[in-house]
Each structure stands twice: as C-alpha cells, then as structure tokens.
C-alpha cells in the first residue's frame, strides 16, 4: 500500500488507506482469502511523486509483493506505473482521474471524466449557466481536467472565460489573484480541480470575498468530505462536488460501509468516494485471488475482467476493454451541516469511457449499464 499519510494530498489518502485496511479487515474476519489472511505492507510517500516510484520498487524487489494499492494525484499514478510494469506488477487505483490512459498493469477503480466531468456539466449548464472559469493545481490532473472540460463547455456552446493553477503548496497571494479573477469575469460557475491542502484555502478566500455560492458555485470531482474536513465551518456550504460516491448516501449499503468506517476509526473520519472506491478493490481483488488462487497479475487480471461487486455506491463491474470501472455518478451540493445533498443522480450506471469514444453530452444509453442498483 502506498498512501501517503504526509505532504498536501495526506488527508485524502488517509481515508483511502483507512478504507483499504477496512476491506482487508473484513476479509480476514470472514477467514482470509482460500483459508490465508491478507497481510497489508504499507509505506508513506508524502505525496511526491520520486518517493512513489522510489518505494514501489521497494515493495516489489524488497518486500516481494506483486500487487499494489495506493496514489491519489496522478502525477504519482504516472511516476509507478512504469516501476509496476518494469516488474509486471499490478496497481489498484482507486482516484479519479483524467482519463487518456490505459496500463494493461492497472485497474482504475475512480471515475474517468465521462463518469463526473460529464455529468458535472450537465447539471451546471442547467442549474447554473455555461460562462466558466477554471481554477486548478499546478499538475498533470487540472490540466488534462481542463483541456477536456474546455472541450465539453464549447462542444455545449459555453464559454471558458480563463483557466488558471496555483501551486500546490499554495500561498496567500495564489488566491488574491483567484479572487481577482472572479471578480473580474464574474463566471457562472467556478470549475476546480484544486486539491489536497489548498483547498481549504480556497473556499476560504471565495467565502472572504463575499462571492454566493447560489449564484456563482465552485463546482469540483476533488472537494470531497476529506478536504471539506479540512476547512472552517461553513467554507464549503453550497458548493458543489460531481462523484459516484457521498458519506451521506442512504442506501442501506452506504450505510453500512460508513458505519464500520466509523466504527473503526471514529466519527469524524471523512469517507470520500476515493475512500469508497479504495475499499470496494480490495474486496474485487480478493474474489480474484480466492478464485485464481495465486497472485500472479496475470492470473488475477484474468479474473478480474468483467467481475462485478455490490460497492456502498452500488453495483460495480471492470470493463475488460480497459480495465476501469462502471460507475453510478452523483451531484452533491454541501449544505449547511458540511454534508452533501445529493441534487441530481442518474438512475444509471455509467461505462467507463476514458478515451471519450462515446462523446455525446445528451446520450447516457449507450453507456448505461444495465445491473441493478444496490
Ligand atoms: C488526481 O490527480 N487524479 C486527482
């Protein structure tokens, strides 16, 4: 396992290594996998990419594991896949992400940009408005986000009035010139793809600023419960967060995977949809590895294509084509308490598509995914 419990992503990769650690628990409560206990090694790569790589090959030439969970920003996706392949390995990534990419080495178990960004600009252009401003990190994620977001806003006849990053260990004057900006355009909505630490920092300075929510939303796929659990009181009330999974949910299969999180690690521990999606691949992996019975990738993979699994957001299956996930997307909007109110959520899985093969902002059927939802 490689989250990082340290460095400006650790919030969230904390409640994703906590989910991981639940699943594993489970598991070996129900007595392991073929009669063996799952027995997690875990490192922390600070969210830097070098330490990534650095420590993949560590567990793997090392510690002779063949089977990695773990990364958050992708541009530590990108630093240990190529370790991982280098030593056929296989990662189980459990963020979402860009898009553009396949690793034959890699499941991908969060939302690809059809599954939230999609669904995002639905909602936003009906809700809100199509006059955008975007606002990112300074990585690889916000950028790619962007280009196909832009993409999306003009394919809708919208309009992107400016894109800007600030650093990902940002400072005071980063978010003057965010507020200038809004106050420049002053967009219909505020697209971020900020994440990690400085998120905090920047709904703070929207909500300084004076800027309303209902008129003009930060509309993100990374402000999940782990960042707004970072944040004052308030700072995120009203905004908006586009993700196939919410601590808030209803279903009798959310709530019971919240519970034991709770359970486990106390009250207030965030349980975002990367958290969800961390823990419902380890329970997919150990289906592979009690029917494979050995964790050879290749056997695993073998196992892993087309298999499903009845996750807290519903059911989830790998589509062998590209070995992501299908997904149910959701609409939150934070309300007051700092718990999302799910505002819009398709009565569909969601194919992934990370190539965009199947570009149509108004056609979700032949996407759809047939399988009920929990
Ligand atoms: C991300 O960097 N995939 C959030």
């Given at each position: 396992?490689?989250?990082?419990?340290?460095?400006?992503?650790?919030?969230?990769?904390?409640?994703?290594?906590?989910?991981?650690?639940?699943?594993?628990?489970?598991?070996?409560?129900?007595?392991?996998?073929?009669?063996?206990?799952?027995?997690?090694?875990?490192?922390?790569?600070?969210?830097?990419?070098?330490?990534?790589?650095?420590?993949?090959?560590?567990?793997?030439?090392?510690?002779?594991?063949?089977?990695?969970?773990?990364?958050?920003?992708?541009?530590?996706?990108?630093?240990?896949?190529?370790?991982?392949?280098?030593?056929?390995?296989?990662?189980?990534?459990?963020?979402?992400?860009?898009?553009?990419?396949?690793?034959?080495?890699?499941?991908?178990?969060?939302?690809?940009?059809?599954?939230?960004?999609?669904?995002?600009?639905?909602?936003?252009?009906?809700?809100?408005?199509?006059?955008?401003?975007?606002?990112?990190?300074?990585?690889?994620?916000?950028?790619?986000?962007?280009?196909?977001?832009?993409?999306?806003?003009?394919?809708?006849?919208?309009?992107?009035?400016?894109?800007?990053?600030?650093?990902?260990?940002?400072?005071?004057?980063?978010?003057?010139?965010?507020?200038?900006?809004?106050?420049?355009?002053?967009?219909?909505?505020?697209?971020?793809?900020?994440?990690?630490?400085?998120?905090?920092?920047?709904?703070?300075?929207?909500?300084?600023?004076?800027?309303?929510?209902?008129?003009?939303?930060?509309?993100?796929?990374?402000?999940?419960?782990?960042?707004?659990?970072?944040?004052?009181?308030?700072?995120?009330?009203?905004?908006?967060?586009?993700?196939?999974?919410?601590?808030?949910?209803?279903?009798?299969?959310?709530?019971?995977?919240?519970?034991?999180?709770?359970?486990?690690?106390?009250?207030?521990?965030?349980?975002?949809?990367?958290?969800?999606?961390?823990?419902?691949?380890?329970?997919?992996?150990?289906?592979?590895?009690?029917?494979?019975?050995?964790?050879?990738?290749?056997?695993?993979?073998?196992?892993?294509?087309?298999?499903?699994?009845?996750?807290?957001?519903?059911?989830?299956?790998?589509?062998?084509?590209?070995?992501?996930?299908?997904?149910?997307?959701?609409?939150?909007r934070v309300g007051a308490d700092g718990a999302?109110?799910?505002?819009?959520?398709?009565?569909?899985?969601?194919?992934?598509?990370?190539?965009?093969?199947?570009?149509?902002?108004?056609?979700?059927?032949?996407?759809?995914?047939?399988s009920r939802r929990a």
């Open positions: 396992m490689l989250f990082s419990q340290s460095g400006v992503t650790a919030a969230i990769e904390r409640s994703q290594l906590n989910a991981t650690l639940l699943a594993i628990d489970e598991i070996n409560a129900a007595g392991g996998v073929n009669g063996r206990p799952i027995e997690p090694v875990m490192h922390d790569p600070a969210s830097n990419p070098k330490r990534y790589a650095e420590l993949g090959e560590a567990l793997i030439d090392r510690d002779g594991v063949r089977v990695i969970f773990g990364c958050y920003m992708s541009s530590t996706r990108k630093a240990l896949l190529p370790v991982v392949e280098a030593r056929n390995g296989l990662l189980f990534y459990s963020t979402l992400y860009e898009g553009f990419e396949y690793s034959p080495r890699c499941i991908y178990s969060g939302a690809a940009p059809n599954q939230n960004a999609l669904p995002l600009l639905k909602y936003l252009l009906e809700a809100h408005g199509n006059r955008f401003l975007l606002v990112g990190s300074n990585y690889v994620f916000p950028y790619e986000s962007n280009r196909v977001m832009s993409d999306l806003v003009v394919s809708a006849k919208g309009r992107v009035l400016n894109e800007i990053y600030i650093p990902l260990e940002p400072g005071e004057k980063d978010f003057e010139r965010f507020v200038r900006e809004v106050r420049k355009h002053e967009p219909d909505v505020i697209f971020s793809t900020v994440v990690g630490a400085g998120t905090a920092q920047l709904y703070q300075a929207y909500r300084e600023a004076g800027f309303d929510p209902a008129r003009m939303p930060i509309a993100s796929l990374t402000t999940s419960e782990a960042e707004i659990a970072q944040m004052e009181p308030g700072d995120a009330e009203g905004h908006i967060t586009s993700a196939p999974f919410f601590e808030s949910l209803t279903t009798s299969s959310a709530r019971s995977f919240v519970s034991a999180f709770k359970l486990k690690y106390g009250h207030s521990a965030p349980v975002a949809a990367s958290a969800e999606a961390a823990y419902f691949q380890v329970h997919l992996f150990a289906r592979a590895l009690a029917s494979a019975d050995t964790d050879a990738p290749e056997a695993l993979l073998d196992a892993l294509k087309g298999s499903e699994y009845d996750a807290p957001q519903g059911r989830v299956k790998i589509e062998p084509e590209n070995n992501h996930t299908y997904l149910w997307p959701k609409i939150g999302f109110e799910i505002v819009w959520a398709p009565p569909v899985g969601i194919k992934p598509d990370p190539y965009f093969l199947s570009p149509s902002i108004d056609d979700w059927s032949s996407l759809a995914f047939e």
